[in-house]
């Protein structure tokens, strides 16, 4: 008796392409954290650093706060995977009065935030006061729009700001908002 081993085909069948579900990419989502009051949004900086500890990218990026000099070209990094940016200008933000130097600074951060998200290295990307550079007239809402139905697909985005313009909540797969309950 002789044994025969045949050949694998290499060619591809119909059955072969045929991937199995959890072997797609996840698409990511759109989350809005909203309050009545402008608000440091704790938990979803809690969210950022734990997806940076568990080895995605992370890009936070605060488009009314400056003060520190640091702007698109000066990130402060936390660990490997978490980048910080702000606009550079030498103030943060507190209402709409803002002087053309400021305003370019808010445009150019949000020019080079499109790029970087664009080239995909961020797994999570947090749009800190987002609301209220919409809100002030200094970024053009329906912009946002635009770049969030165009980004990566496995990109999860997180805005934040009071007042979120509704298109965006339009958009969005999630949206939180927080409120104050005072008990009698």
Wanted: charged share 20%; aromatic share 6%.
């Amino acid at each position: 008796m002789v044994s025969q081993i045949k050949p694998l085909s290499l060619a591809p069948s119909p059955t072969s392409l045929v991937r199995h579900p959890l072997l797609r990419t996840v698409e990511g989502t759109v989350q809005v954290f909203t309050a009545v009051h402008r608000n440091f949004f704790t938990n979803v900086m809690v969210q950022a650093l734990r997806v940076a500890d568990q080895g995605k990218a992370v890009l936070i990026v605060q488009f009314l706060k400056g003060g520190i000099h640091q702007g698109p070209d000066q990130p402060m990094q936390f660990g490997q995977n978490l980048d910080w940016i702000r606009a550079d200008m030498p103030r943060c933000i507190h209402d709409p009065a803002v002087s053309p130097s400021e305003q370019q600074a808010i445009q150019d951060l949000w020019s080079h935030t499109k790029a970087v998200i664009a080239r995909g290295r961020y797994g999570l990307v947090v749009l800190d006061e987002l609301s209220l550079a919409l809100n002030y007239g200094l970024i053009p809402t329906q912009d946002v729009v635009d770049f969030l139905k165009q980004r990566p697909p496995q990109v999860d985005v997180i805005l934040t700001g009071p007042d979120m313009p509704d298109p965006l909540l339009t958009v969005a797969d999630q949206v939180t908002e927080f409120r104050r309950n005072f008990l009698p």
